[in-house]
């Protein structure tokens, strides 16, 4: 190998390696060092720690507040692939449809403002609109009549977890429709144009010309909505704290509770572990579909 060749390989790797040590310390170092404490009774105020193996899995498997979690981060990733993913993108085609572009830009900007709030905050607004005497919600359904719908959304188990999805998707859809229109602009207007000359209607390009075209942010889109669904934790913090009677429990709550208020550090590791599992066998299931299609196309 001529010594040019090995300089250039050597000082390229210069620039990787940094980037690896960095990642292998603040990424797989915490992973293996989570799977570690996983095995583990740990009283995280004393610092005792008693290996225990795999007895905080198999707890799982008897913990109904787990499940119900799991099932509550199911729902969450079904509900916001039906409005983050397919609602987007047609919302997203609608918007990309109309002709004047001065009516584009501004409602690309009206459907991203709810994203540009903090979960947080946009947690607490919609807490005020779920309040059962003062909230708008309640007044809004007396005010058409529908006062037997009135209700504390907040503070019964049937109705809490979807009143904190439904917050959630308010606040994300915009971001979804804003890169689904992205996405769109780049597919080239000739395509559409020798479409619509062949008598293919509005809905037949969206099927035949869009879909096929976007397909990449689709998968994309799909992976960080279930990933993201599988992580919720601020906005049930904020409104319900998991309450009532833990129905809204998701992973992450669960596992803060379980390690830094029932102080079971090892086995809110445990929980860790398999929410991670969950999220890396997503991505890479949706990956590996989205890598068939590409070749399939």
Avoid: C, K
Wanted: hydrophobic share 50%; charged share 10%.
């Amino acid at each position: 190998m001529p010594v040019r060749a090995i300089v250039r390989r050597t000082l390229g790797l210069g620039w990787v390696v940094p980037a690896l040590v960095l990642v292998g310390v603040f990424v797989y170092l915490p992973l293996a060092q989570n799977l570690g404490f996983s095995t583990l009774e740990w009283d995280i105020y004393s610092g005792s720690q008693e290996f225990v193996g795999l007895d905080n899995y198999s707890r799982l498997l008897d913990d109904p507040v787990f499940w119900s979690s799991f099932g509550n981060n199911l729902l969450y990733a079904v509900i916001s692939i039906v409005f983050q993913v397919f609602g987007a993108l047609v919302l997203a085609a609608l918007v990309e449809s109309v002709r004047s572009e001065r009516w584009r830009r501004g409602l690309r900007a009206i459907y991203f403002l709810p994203s540009a709030i903090s979960l947080t905050v946009a947690g607490l607004l919609f807490y005020f609109i779920y309040e059962p005497n003062l909230g708008p919600l309640n007044h809004l359904l007396r005010a058409v009549g529908l006062e037997q719908f009135t209700q504390a959304w907040l503070g019964q188990e049937g109705t809490a977890m979807l009143a904190v999805i439904a917050m959630s998707q308010w606040q994300g859809f915009g971001y979804s429709v804003l890169l689904f229109s992205v996405a769109i602009q780049r597919i080239p207007a000739e395509i559409h144009g020798a479409a619509a000359i062949d008598g293919v209607g509005p809905i037949g390009r969206f099927v035949h010309v869009t879909l096929p075209l976007v397909r990449e942010m689709t998968g994309l889109m799909a992976i960080v909505t279930i990933s993201g669904a599988f992580q919720v934790f601020n906005e049930v913090m904020v409104m319900t704290g998991g309450g009532p009677n833990n129905s809204t429990q998701v992973l992450g709550t669960w596992l803060y509770r379980s390690g830094f208020v029932r102080n079971n550090f090892g086995y809110a590791a445990a929980i860790a572990t398999v929410l991670f599992v969950i999220t890396l066998g997503v991505a890479m299931a949706q990956l590996w579909v989205t890598r068939r299609r590409r070749v399939e196309w």
